[in-house]
């Protein structure tokens, strides 16, 4: 045994309920051969995500030292949380913590272990001695190395990866300029499906004058589409007012703007705010699915029908500007081709299911009908008796619908509560994602807007002006939290391609998506309704682009 000597610590750990039935699971690897040098596992009882993962951290590295007290440890953890609090860049500050990261840090020098993240699907095999560490617990049996086959597993699931998307998905632009140079010169090309009155080329049955209908951008539509805006679609578009829109939120001329914060609604300037559970026309079974696609930018939200959220009514005229250096986020309006293949028409090629996520903005805190600001820097509110009766509600609807697969959600409160209420209806576990909080509204949270504009005209001012701005006392501007939500977004379309998540989170995240996925730009943020336990939902195709199918869907709510 020699100092020289590298291993390499996988950990994980989970918990049925957040907090709930809970286990660890890490694995020591050679670093040279990948050779699985010692497992262990154990079911800890109730206890949340974070003490799972910590105290799986904890025994990996003890686990390490026992085979080689000299070694050098390089670990590994899909929890960003745990990674960025040992490598010393995040303070630790939950009293549950304090003493497990201590406890870590005890076993090897300090210089001796280095921390790297890395995507769920590269942790299987801790992931796999978690579950099985659970499993036994709820039988009432202990974990037995002898019984596992978490190293089986993590090998055929290695064999078997698919290679990632080949570009940043997500981001309309991505695709917009290989699309260009795709279809160059395409014009006449035969369509798939019967064409319009002009003969411009559809795939299904278009519109009058051949118009591909039903979506946004005059993109290709591929099945039958009864829609408006010339936009992409496939399958059959269920409805108007439950698609997603590009950010048009209608109202009376004249009437207050509403801002962006986790209390609800962000109406641009003339739109006035409205209360919740509006009607959303149409039934949205299988919005989900992989074959559909509903998005329509000339179909309005319903005006007067939807939640104005967030502590944020500006007064007329007071809605964001464009900036003039956000037109790198123009909406892609045609399909991807792969460089070197013929185009076919309007029938791009078939890129396999896509990652969909359904996007579930948690129910009502207290301080959503008082129209606050509660961000993630302020007081980490509870649902209320009437947020919890959302949550049950949207739970009831995404278990009748039975396509979710995995359910991630933000750390805060509310949207735990929310995702354990889906949760227990599908008998799935939660994963947190740091990444899915809310803005930090710094010294605006708990506050209304009327109250930030009398505290702080100057900062509220330069916030509505420009997405660069932050607000008072060092919150988040909408910059920041863009290239945070874009982040988490790449690393969990890469973890779950070809399925379906519910992503459990806020205001700002799910419109920053929506807007991604749109090219729009960031004024589009005061533009888009987002009532309490509202669903939309986003495909994220391997070539890149993204198909948005469903905004602000309150129709369980009724």
């Known amino acids: 045994m020699t100092s020289a000597r590298e291993l390499v610590v996988e950990a994980d750990g989970g918990s049925r309920g957040n907090p709930g039935p809970a286990g660890y699971g890490a694995v020591v690897l050679d670093a040279a051969t990948g050779e699985t040098l010692a497992e262990t596992a154990e079911y800890i009882g109730v206890a949340t995500n974070n003490v799972a993962e910590y105290k799986g951290l904890v025994a990996g590295l003890k686990a390490a030292r026992e085979l080689f007290p000299d070694a050098t440890v390089h670990v590994r953890m899909d929890s960003k949380l745990v990674v960025e609090q040992m490598s010393g860049r995040w303070k630790i ?25 890395i995507p769920r699907e590269r942790n299987k095999h801790a992931d796999r001695l978690a579950n099985e560490a659970m499993d036994a617990g709820r039988l009432g049996r202990r974990w037995e190395p002898s019984g596992s086959t978490a190293s089986l597993d993590a090998s055929a699931a290695r064999n078997a990866a698919a290679p990632p998307p080949s570009g940043p998905p997500g981001d309309a632009r991505a695709g917009a300029a290989r699309a260009r140079a795709a279809l ?7 369509s798939t499906g019967t064409a319009g009155a002009s003969g411009t080329p559809t795939a299904g049955t278009a519109g009058a004058s051949g118009t591909p209908t039903a979506g946004t951008s005059g993109a290709p539509s591929t099945g039958t589409s009864s829609g408006t805006s010339g936009a992409p679609s496939t399958g059959t578009p269920a409805g108007t007012s439950g698609t997603s829109t590009a950010g048009t939120s209608a109202g009376a001329p004249g ?12 109406a641009g300037a003339g739109a006035r705010p409205a209360t919740d559970d509006g009607p959303n026309d149409g039934p949205n079974d299988g919005l989900f699915a992989a074959e559909d696609v509903t998005a329509t930018s000339s179909t309005p939200v319903a005006s007067g029908d939807f939640e104005a959220e967030a502590g944020a009514l500006a007064p007329t005229g007071h809605a964001a500007r464009t900036t003039g250096a956000t037109r790198a986020d123009a909406p892609a309006s045609t399909p991807v081709q792969p460089q070197g293949t013929a185009p076919q028409g309007w029938a791009g ?38 947020g919890l009766r959302q949550a049950e509600a949207v739970a009831a609807a995404l278990a009748a619908r039975g396509t979710i697969q995995e359910i991630v959600s933000s750390p805060l409160t509310r949207c735990r509560q929310t995702a354990a209420a889906v949760a227990a209806r599908l008998g799935l576990d939660v994963r947190i994602e740091q990444g899915l909080r809310e803005t ?3 010294a605006w949270e708990g506050l209304t807007f009327g109250e930030v504009r009398e505290r702080y005209p100057e900062d509220l001012d330069a916030w509505l002006a420009s997405p660069k701005a932050a607000p008072t006392g060092g919150g988040e501007s909408f910059a920041t939290v863009a290239r945070r939500v874009a982040a988490t977004r790449d690393r969990l379309t890469a973890a779950h391609a070809g399925r379906t998540v519910l992503l459990v989170t806020h205001v700002t995240p799910i419109k920053t998506l929506v807007r991604l996925a749109l090219g ?20 994220y195709y391997a070539d890149g682009n993204a198909s948005v199918r469903l905004l602000n869907d309150t129709s369980h709510l009724r």
């Open 93 to 117: 500050k939950h009293p549950d913590m304090k003493p497990l990261a201590a406890e870590a840090g005890r076993v090897f020098p300090a210089g001796r272990v280095r921390y790297e993240w």
């Open 184 to 190: 160059s010169g395409t014009a006449g090309t035969p």
């Open 255 to 266: 009437s207050p703007a509403a801002r962006t914060s986790d209390a609800g609604t962000s």
């Open 349 to 386: 090629p078939d890129m396999g299911a896509p990652a969909t996520f359904v996007l579930l903005r948690h129910g009502e805190t207290a301080l959503t009908p008082e129209k606050r600001f509660s961000g993630s820097g302020g007081s980490d509110p509870e649902l209320s008796a009437a």
């Open 440 to 442: 930090d509204f710094g």
């Open 520 to 539: 729009a730009p960031p004024e589009s943020l005061f533009r888009m309704e987002l009532s309490a336990a509202s669903i939309s939902a986003v495909a």
